[in-house]
């Protein structure tokens, strides 16, 4: 008679090494189709197209067919090789522009926001917000500016909201006014490591302000004010309106 303990452990053995293969497969087929489509479909835009008055616009055609199909393969490989179950509650954002606010737990949450995007159908207008570091990525960087992502530098407002006014001009002027913009007040995701750093950054911060003078006021962060007042008014207007669309998902793939 076979031991079902040992049964147990093999079966989780199987659906571990399983899962591994799940998240390779995952991986693996994102970051071809990524190369693929950043060597063989956006560089020769770029250096065709890009150049001439005349063929620009079939130039911003091509990256929204181009956005659109990657975005949709991408969801595809999430949901069906990566075995990710999403639930969607609330309404799908279905106006010709809109606006995507959503936390940052971790370092992956931002790719089930596809899947959201794929379901409203909006993948070939989607701009994401991402930091100024992303941009130099090697073969990916050229795909995401090549899609009008937006950079920031996160440290200087001026330049970053005359960049995000020109990204949205931008993309009104392409799709008929059409756009869907992505956004993570956060900043960036909420991992350990960040954490960890963020816990640094605020006793050293807290060090300062009980070294200061007396009836010296501490300088309240730009970053921080700006993020209680955009969640302060998403709040009103969420107690005003319909609820928020709330996303939540489950997988079976493993790193």
């Not at 609330?90 to 010709?96: D, F, K, Q, V, W």
């Not at 991402?130 to 407002?157: C, D, H, T, V, Y």
């Not at 956060?186 to 950054?201: H, I, Q, V, Y």
Request: aromatic letters at 8%; one cysteine or more.
């Amino acid at each position: 008679v076979a031991d079902p303990r040992g049964l147990r452990r093999r079966a989780r053995r199987i659906n571990m090494l399983l899962g591994r293969l799940r998240g390779l497969a995952l991986v693996g087929g994102l970051t071809l189709s990524a190369f693929a489509g950043s060597v063989f479909l956006i560089l020769p835009a770029i250096l065709v197209l890009l150049p001439f008055n005349g063929t620009r616009g079939v130039y911003r055609r091509w990256m929204r067919a181009i956005a659109a199909a990657w975005f949709t393969l991408a969801a595809a490989l999430l949901e069906y090789i990566g075995g990710s179950r999403i639930v969607l509650t609330g309404e799908l954002p279905t106006a010709r522009t809109s606006l995507l606010i959503a936390n940052h737990h971790c370092r992956l949450d931002w790719m089930f926001v596809w899947c959201v995007c794929v379901r409203a159908r909006t993948c070939s207008t989607l701009r994401i917000v991402l930091k100024e570091q992303l941009k130099s990525s090697p073969f990916f960087g050229w795909a995401m500016q090549a899609f009008g992502f937006i950079f920031l530098k996160r440290n200087a407002r001026a330049t970053d909201v005359g960049r995000i006014e020109r990204a949205l001009r931008y993309a009104a002027s392409c799709a008929r006014g059409a756009a869907t913009l992505l956004l993570f007040p956060e900043g960036t995701d909420l991992s350990d490591a960040n954490l960890a750093r963020r816990d640094r950054a605020e006793i050293t911060a807290a060090c300062r302000c009980s070294r200061a003078p007396r009836g010296r006021r501490p300088r309240r962060s730009t970053r921080s004010s700006s993020i209680s007042r955009a969640s302060s008014a998403c709040s009103s207007r969420a107690r005003r309106g319909s609820p928020p669309l709330s996303v939540r998902w489950s997988g079976r793939c493993s790193a």
